[in-house]
């Protein structure tokens, strides 16, 4: 993409109440456009990270054997009435509607009801089961505090994936794979040294257990304890003598620290299933509960975290596997030859199916970097009448400060 066709704009300004440093990088950069408190826009930079960051969740999630779907956001007050989650009182995220022909409608804050009844159409029998689906969905939450930027939003997108098990054990054993392939996607995006996973019941797993993916990071909301040197981490509520002496470990070698949930995982035994009708026949025609799993991950969240956890003074630091383009092509200087050396380089990288941003402005250096450190993407050519006379291109990673200079074939090998 050629930079002077974005329709993006850096800037130097945010919206005076944006505190957060997530959402003001990502405006800045032209990521993200502010609607309103805990309501943005994701422009072509930002949908680009999101897809990526997509791409590596949906991969983990089809490889768990789940298959992709998307359920409406507009939900029936009747279905979440049936599980008593409709109530204010119970749930008090919702956002609700009247419609103008008589009667209420919720805005989807999470999927379990609708999804388990909508399978009850398709499972019936033992041969059914078990059945994974997952979507990406934009989530509405009447959330009180929006102020963490992308981080706490009234409306965000969410991987949910819901699980349908046969019993106990084959419930345990997909829960326990689909902790697997969590990590997985945390790795993949560059957290793992920083993302712990937590749960409410200190390990025990009780009929309702679910367990928390907490990364690291000063901008998040939540408190987790963190061993000093094992890879180990309890949530607030949990972390009590009991806990301490059932995992066999001790206060002192705890420090609290800040952390966003990234990604959160449930089991709730048989009963929304029953409450929805959602049943099978075993093999002696016994009419039996289905055990119900839900996992959610915070996409726009995650894509906050990134921001918040690598972003430097200068801007943004994009790690590659989730960064909007490979390479910042950088032209500096407006001579016929150097522009049509860096059209070349453009065009061969193109070919060569590398994802390239081409800074093609007629631009000062100084603004051209600050744009390029700003966007974040993780290698830098720079291409200008030194480098051409040299026959050359300047190479530089955003991770590092000083550039080097680097033949074509050896810059290209730099990004392979
Ligand atoms: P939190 O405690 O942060 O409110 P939650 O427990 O309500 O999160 P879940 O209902 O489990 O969250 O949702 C699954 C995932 O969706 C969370 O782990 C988080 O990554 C993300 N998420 C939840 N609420 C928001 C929000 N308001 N804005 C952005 N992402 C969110
Ligand atoms: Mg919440």
Not at 105 to 122: D, K, N, R
Not at 282 to 298: H, M, P, Q
Request: charged share 30%; glycine share 8%; proline share 2%.
């Amino acid at each position: 993409m050629r930079q002077s066709q974005l329709f993006t704009k850096t800037r130097k300004e945010v919206p005076s109440d944006e505190t957060s440093k997530n959402a003001q990088l990502l405006i800045r950069a032209g990521f993200i456009h502010k609607e309103m408190a805990g309501v943005y826009d994701y422009l072509p930079l930002g949908l680009r990270v999101i897809n990526k960051i997509k791409k590596i969740v949906n991969d983990e999630m089809i490889n768990l054997g789940s298959q992709e779907m998307l359920m409406s956001s507009l939900q029936s007050k009747e279905l979440w009435e049936k599980t008593d989650r409709w109530d204010d009182k119970n749930v008090d995220v919702w956002f609700k509607s009247q419609l103008k022909s008589g009667g209420e409608i919720g805005f989807g804050w999470s999927h379990e009801e609708p999804i388990t009844s909508m399978l009850a159409s398709h499972i019936s029998s033992y041969t059914d089961l078990p059945k994974f689906v997952h979507q990406f969905q934009n989530k509405f939450r009447n959330e009180v505090r929006a102020k963490a930027g992308i981080m706490r939003c009234r409306e965000f997108i969410m991987k949910d994936m819901y699980s349908y098990s046969i019993d106990e054990k084959n419930h345990i054993d997909f829960y326990d794979k689909a902790t697997e392939a969590y990590l997985n996607v945390f790795k993949k995006v560059g957290l793992s040294d920083l993302t712990y996973v937590t749960s409410a019941s200190g390990g025990v797993f009780t009929d309702k257990f679910s367990h928390e993916f907490q990364t690291l990071c000063e901008a998040g909301e939540d408190n987790i304890y963190v061993h000093k040197k094992e890879k180990l981490a309890l949530n607030e509520e949990i972390f009590n003598e009991e806990t301490l002496g059932k995992l066999n470990v001790k206060k002192e070698d705890f420090e609290l620290k800040k952390a966003a949930e990234v990604g959160n995982i449930f089991t709730f035994g048989t009963e929304k299933c029953e409450q929805l009708g959602l049943y099978y026949k075993d093999e002696n025609g016994n009419k039996k509960g289905v055990y119900l799993g839900s996992y959610g991950i915070g996409i726009t969240r995650l894509m906050g975290v990134l921001a918040e956890v690598f972003g430097d003074d200068k801007g943004l630091v994009w790690p590659k596997e989730v960064a909007p383009f490979e390479v910042h092509l950088v032209r500096l200087g407006v001579n016929e030859e150097t522009i049509s050396h860096a059209d070349k380089l453009y065009e061969k990288l193109n070919g060569e199916g590398i994802e390239v941003l081409y800074d093609d402005r007629n631009l000062r250096p100084g603004e051209k970097f600050a744009d390029s450190d700003l966007i974040g993407i993780p290698v830098r050519f720079v291409v200008s009448d030194k480098t051409v006379s040299e026959n050359k291109i300047e190479v530089k990673m955003r991770t590092e400060s000083e550039s080097k200079l680097l033949s074509e074939t050896e810059a290209l090998n730099i990004i392979k």
